[in-house]
């Protein structure tokens, strides 16, 4: 094995982006959330959730969702950039985690009032994934 591949192996994981951090403080501060850097952390998460969930969800031609969407992000433009940051792809996470579930279903679409349970389930399972992300320091 040459040298090459060793130096590959060893490589670390790609470091997030610098301003996440000061992202997710600032939306914080944004939907006034007091306490430890857990719930703070927690409740940015799930808000990061639900708007992925909603763009991923706003697939027909009502534009009802996409102006919510916006008066979303000029209320907490911190929050929407957090869910729209690329580096964070919270979007490919809802995505991912619907996709999982809709395999283990067995491939079978949800009636409404199921597919509003799912859709709670996913954003609650994103949302645990984003807070372990969000409540660590940055390296």
Do not use: H
Request: aromatic share 2%; hydrophobic share 50%; charged share 30%.
């Amino acid at each position: 094995m040459g040298r090459g591949l060793l130096r590959v192996y060893a490589m670390a994981r790609p470091a997030r982006s610098a301003i996440e951090g000061e992202l997710v403080a600032a939306a914080a501060g944004e939907i006034g959330v007091k306490g430890s850097k857990l719930a703070k952390a927690r409740a940015v998460a799930r808000r990061v959730a639900v708007l992925a969930l909603a763009d991923l969800r706003d697939l027909g031609n009502d534009p009802v969702p996409a102006l919510r969407r916006v008066e979303v992000s000029i209320a907490t433009p911190c929050l929407a950039n957090l869910a729209a940051c690329p580096d964070l792809d919270a979007a490919g996470m809802v995505r991912a985690e619907a996709v999982r579930r809709f395999e283990a279903n067995g491939c079978q679409w949800l009636a409404p009032a199921d597919r509003e349970n799912a859709d709670r389930e996913v954003v609650e399972a994103v949302a645990a994934r984003l807070t372990e992300r969000f409540r660590r320091p940055q390296k």
